[in-house]
């Protein structure tokens, strides 16, 4: 249809102008009949003439507001429709004006009203407006013209016709106002849309920057909390592991099998308490050694923790696409500890999701000083609602026993140390992707 090569601004006005033109259809339909009690008190002997006419021109005009209802056909015609019925009263009132005193008759107000309607009530352009007050001067005239006294009384007709001509002045300077109103509201609606529009943009922004304050929030404390345990953890930890060592170099442990293997778990026991003090302490105090800002490869670190992580990844295919210098600032075995628990749960997940083909593909590249590595897996990815909660300290999905939930809260500490941070992104059913950037060794690479 043609309205929908219409601007929106137009659309938009023609729906306006619909709106308007069907009430004031309903309006004028009233009005032309309400006038029937002027027509019996100032012409009682012309009553059923000019009665006729009214009903004739209430049934057009009701006719027309039938048309403006078909939506589809109104918004297109909604301009022409609505001059047609306005154009209907002016008619009637102009007939008459020539079937009663001609330059002599009351009438003439009725074509001022309608004027005054089209200017401050219904939403005619300005050029229509000019040629709707032309239209009913040109009736006006035509009805006293044609009367049989004709323009006998001069003067009187040239003092109504001003009252006609003022009054379509004035219909249009308001319609022009008023068109400039409606454009102006127009913009500034569509303005405050746009607006709006962006403000839920910086919002999701907003809200992104405030997860991750939260998290380094969750982490910060933690790490608080954790720096006041350590002390007293690691101490009885050393001394136990200690007597233990020195319980197994006894002759009787050496010669009773039971007791040195009981030894023995309690020994494996103790350093695995020990391995988790140790990651505390890598989240517990974030500041950087002197081994710290090192250079090394990456590759080199990948590599690494490929062969740590071996037995893991047993009938996994690992891909990798890294570019030529992966020469990087940071703590390279603390990078290691990063990869190995990416890798180890990708793994993990692998298995979970018993994928016939599992695969895990890291590649690299350099950008704005920094080298960007991301890893990722071709398993069922993380639900939705746990997506959030994976950086938390102490939050798993696994079965008891199978891990404390510190793996990926003690990385995202050490990739932060490093000024970069770890991120992931999932698709729940196709795989995960964890991405984490470190300072390139020359800003040139």
């Known amino acids: 249809m043609l309205s929908r090569h219409l601007s929106p601004y137009h659309q938009e006005l023609n729906e306006f102008r619909l709106a308007y033109s069907r009430a004031g259809a309903i309006v004028g339909a009233i009005l032309i009949l309400s006038g029937l009690g002027l027509d019996y008190t100032l012409y009682p002997d012309e009553f059923m003439q000019l009665a006729r006419i009214r009903v004739l021109a209430t049934l057009v005009v009701l006719g027309v507001y ?12 909604t301009n022409s429709l609505t001059l047609l019925w306005l154009s209907v009263p002016q008619i009637m009132i102009s007939f008459m004006v020539w079937w009663t005193d001609g330059t002599s008759s009351i009438y003439f107000v009725g074509l001022l009203l309608a004027l005054y309607a089209t200017g401050i009530l219904l939403p005619l352009s300005f050029l229509e407006n000019i040629a709707f007050g032309i239209f009913t001067y040109a ?18 007709f040239a003092g109504y016709s ?124 974030q500041k950087p050694g002197e081994e710290g800002n090192r250079v090394f ?27 030529q210098d992966t020469h990087v600032r940071g703590d390279e075995p603390a990078i290691i500890g990063v990869l190995i628990n990416l890798l180890t749960n990708a793994a993990v997940a692998l298995r979970t999701a018993a994928q016939p083909t599992p695969a895990i593909g890291l590649r690299a590249h350099s950008q704005d000083g920094r080298l960007h590595l991301a890893l990722r897996d071709n398993g069922t ?46 698709d729940w059913g196709t795989g995960t992707e964890f991405s984490f950037d470190l300072a390139l060794a020359s800003p040139q690479a």
Not at 139 to 156: E, K, Q, S, T, W
Not at 175 to 195: C, D, W
Not at 297 to 323: H, W
Not at 390 to 404: C, K, N
């Open 139 to 156: 009736l006006y005239f035509l009805a006293c013209y044609f009367h049989p006294n004709g323009l006998a009384d001069l003067g009187r």
């Open 381 to 426: 990815g993380i639900a939705p609602e746990n997506l959030g909660r994976v950086f938390e300290p102490f939050f798993t999905t696994r079965d008891v026993g199978q891990g404390l939930g510190l793996g990926l809260s003690v990385s995202y500490a050490i990739i932060q140390r490093h000024g970069g941070t770890l991120r992931v992104s999932s």
């Open 66 to 77: 039938l048309m403006l209802r078909r939506t589809s056909l109104a918004l297109v015609w």
């Open 297 to 323: 490869l990456l590759e080199k670190a990948i590599e690494s923790a490929l062969r740590l992580t071996g037995y893991e990844l047993k009938n996994i295919e690992v891909s990798l696409e890294l570019p």
């Open 162 to 285: 001003m009252f006609i001509i003022f009054s379509a002045v004035l219909s249009s300077f308001c319609t022009y106002f008023n068109e400039r109103g409606r454009a102006n509201l127009f913009y500034l609606q569509r303005q405050v849309a746009e607006k709006n529009a962006s403000l839920q943009e910086t919002n999701a922004a907003l809200a992104e920057v405030k997860g991750h304050l939260i998290q380094q929030e969750k982490m910060a404390a933690l790490g608080t909390l954790s720096a006041g345990l350590l002390h007293e953890l690691n101490n009885p930890v050393n001394y136990s592991l200690m007597a233990v060592n020195m319980a197994l170099k006894e002759t009787a442990a050496q010669d009773n099998a039971s007791l040195r293997e009981c030894l023995d778990d309690a020994r494996e026991g103790m350093q695995r308490v020990q391995k988790i003090v140790t990651d505390l302490k890598t989240f517990a105090y």
